[in-house]
């Protein structure tokens, strides 16, 4: 199954793709609409999450950090994080939740998982469990989740709504949901540069679909706000997370080669590659920015608790409200 398979379609134009650059390939063919198992999608995702680790201090540890801030996660919860790639969110969620508590890592790459092993090995992080699997599959504990942790990975989902609908399907009434997405204008130039350099070694316009941002539409505090409240969570609560990556285009690069964007270098010589990657670096050099805005929302919210249905009242309490029972005493 080659990675050009993976974009995903939706009801979105043909010759465009979504984007949250993050390591995470979706399970629908554009044009055929045949949907794979998630064996298949995991096939495509090893050869890039070397690359995506070469980013993992620059950009996914601080993100990661921000959104485990934002859940305050108590000692003793068990949380899953949901897409958890590498750790950046898990491990430290696990550490803020440590004695006694418990994390639920679960990814579709396996060589994602192994990196989040070794890491938290190395940092003595033994209450973390990273495990193989689709969080749309992934089965409730007994009585939910007290945390689900998403950190940009609901873009991902062939339906971003029913997929964290699903999400919210594994907390407890009254646990936490918490979910971070790119804020609007986040990334800058770098899609259209992508775009830019890939279309030279590929001629047909069907081949080199522009990259979408599938929440952008949500990108602002106040509309992600809007967003989370309807899918039924109280005390939400948005956070703005600045982020700036300098400007490097070997680090950069890595969002190429090491996220959905890979897609577009699928079935290209290393030769014609290469030429990607230089024509890649010198329109960054001339957009002369000594940073790159990856500045990201983190949202929070309660599952609202059900309160349990009353007891209907009987026929003859209903019928006696209001009225005397029995005859009516005659006064004087």
């Not at 994390?103 to 003595?124: C, H, N, P, Y």
């Not at 033994?126 to 409730?140: E, I, K, Q, T, Y």
Request: charged content about 20%.
């Amino acid at each position: 199954m080659t990675t050009s398979a993976m974009w995903r379609g939706g009801d979105r134009r043909r010759d465009s793709i979504d984007y949250h650059f993050h390591i995470r390939w979706s399970r629908c063919h554009p044009r055929t609409g045949v949907c794979m198992e998630p064996r298949d999608v995991a096939a495509g995702l090893a050869e890039g999450v070397e690359s995506f680790d070469r980013l993992f201090s620059a950009l996914w540890s601080p993100i990661g950090a921000a959104t485990v801030k934002a859940a305050r996660l108590r000692p003793g919860v068990h949380v899953l994080d949901a897409c958890c790639d590498s750790g950046a969110s898990a491990i430290p969620a696990a550490e803020q939740v440590s004695p006694h508590g418990v994390v639920d890592a679960v990814d579709l790459a396996e060589s994602s998982l192994e990196r989040g092993r070794a890491k938290a090995t190395i940092r003595g992080v033994s209450n973390v469990r990273f495990m193989h699997g689709d969080v749309l599959d992934w089965p409730a504990p007994t009585g939910g989740y007290d945390a689900v942790v998403c950190s940009l990975g609901i873009s991902s989902f062939p339906d971003v709504a029913a997929g964290t609908e699903r999400l919210l399907r594994l907390v407890r009434p009254g646990g936490r949901l918490t979910v971070t997405i790119w804020s609007q204008g986040a990334l800058g130039p770098l899609p259209e540069l992508i775009h830019r350099a890939v279309v030279p070694e590929r001629p047909r316009p069907a081949d080199v679909p522009w990259l979408v941002n599938p929440l952008q539409p949500m990108g602002t505090q106040r509309l992600f706000r809007d967003w989370l409240a309807a899918r039924s969570l109280s005390f939400i609560d948005v956070q703005y997370v600045p982020l700036a990556v300098p400007g490097d285009p070997d680090l950069l690069w890595s969002l190429v080669s090491g996220t959905r964007c890979r897609g577009l270098l699928d079935g290209l010589p290393v030769a014609a590659v290469e030429r990607v990657r230089r024509r890649f670096t010198a329109g960054l050099l001339a957009e002369g920015r000594e940073t790159i805005d990856f500045s990201v929302l983190v949202g929070t919210g309660t599952l609202r608790r059900v309160a349990p249905p009353r007891s209907p009242r009987s026929a003859r309490s209903l019928l006696a409200v209001g009225r005397p029972i029995g005859p009516v005493p005659r006064i004087g």
